[in-house]
């Protein structure tokens, strides 16, 4: 039985891509090992979807002043040291990292042991973390054409982001019951990210009298950003958060709404939804979500408008033009070479597994 050891985390972007890729190891009889964080809070998620999960010490390196910074990289050796008996213990095939500061021990275990490691990068440039962990790899996936040039010559593949298989499932009939809302009416999906965002959830509230004179809006603003003045307003729903049920939400929306982090907009693009990418503005990350959504916009996917330039009459005008040339876009996303990222990445896996 060929034995896989995944890992990733810190965020969902570090995991789901990962719980993307299980069912079909699984279906090719992978026995499939996790690890991640001790405490992170990918280790409920890996635990549900029934894979064993090992937690591991773990520190991020800041490029900041932090007094954490004086106790991390003991966190980091630990968590080193930790990988490499693990990794001893069950002698994988190959490694598969989706990134996050956690998976950086695991990688350069990995190197250790000489096994194999594909790492994939979700944004346009690499993040410290893969950019630690590049010289250990072997492949290196990516999501954006132009990352090929920022990454090791002959070991970079275009993938795209695996996506969970359920998302494509999904059944407009069953989100508009789910929702209460009508079919007669154009809908608008709004997400700001699993935390959900501010900026958006003000934005899109602030633009409500208006908005809903045209669509209706299911809203998902984050845990403990319900607006309880809303709730009940006729045309307009909000969750904190939506498991499950998404899938049927996706198929029920005519446009999205949303950050541009990697995964989320990779999702956008194997539903082929048309929609408005607000990315998180330069002063607060790395700038990578811009990267992504400009990316994004040239090859015909979205439309983007950023945290500057962010008003109402932007943003009303920026929804009605996605909707009213919805059709570009879909047509824009359904010519993307992108269209199975799973089966591309369990394809590469395969090849060192062997």
Known sequence: MKKIVLTGGGTAGHVTPNLALIPTLQERGYEIHYIGSSNGMERKL??????????????KLRRYF???????????????????????KYQPDVVFSKGGFVAVPVVL?????????????SDMTPGLANRIC???AAKVCCNFPETLSSLPEGRAVLTGSPIRRELLTGDRLTGLQYTGLSASRPILLVIGGSLGSVTVNNAVRALLPRLLKECQVIHICGKGNLDESLIGRPGY???EYVDAPLRHLFAAADIVLSRAGANAICELLALRKPNVLIPLSAHASRGDQILNARSFEKQGFSTVLEEEELTEEALLSAIRNTYENRRKFIDAMSQSALTDAVGTIIDLITSYAE
Do not use: M, W
């Open 134 to 136: 590049l010289p250990s």
């Open 46 to 59: 890996i635990e549900d979807a029934g894979i064993p999960y090992d937690g591991i010490s773990s520190g």
């Open 109 to 121: 275990a990995a190197r250790h042991y000489r096994i194999p490691t594909i790492i994939h990068e």
């Open 237 to 239: 729903v909000q969750y």
């Open 66 to 88: 932090d007094l954490k910074n004086f106790t991390d990289p003991f966190r980091v050796l630990k968590g080193c040291a930790q990988a490499r008996k693990l990794l001893k």
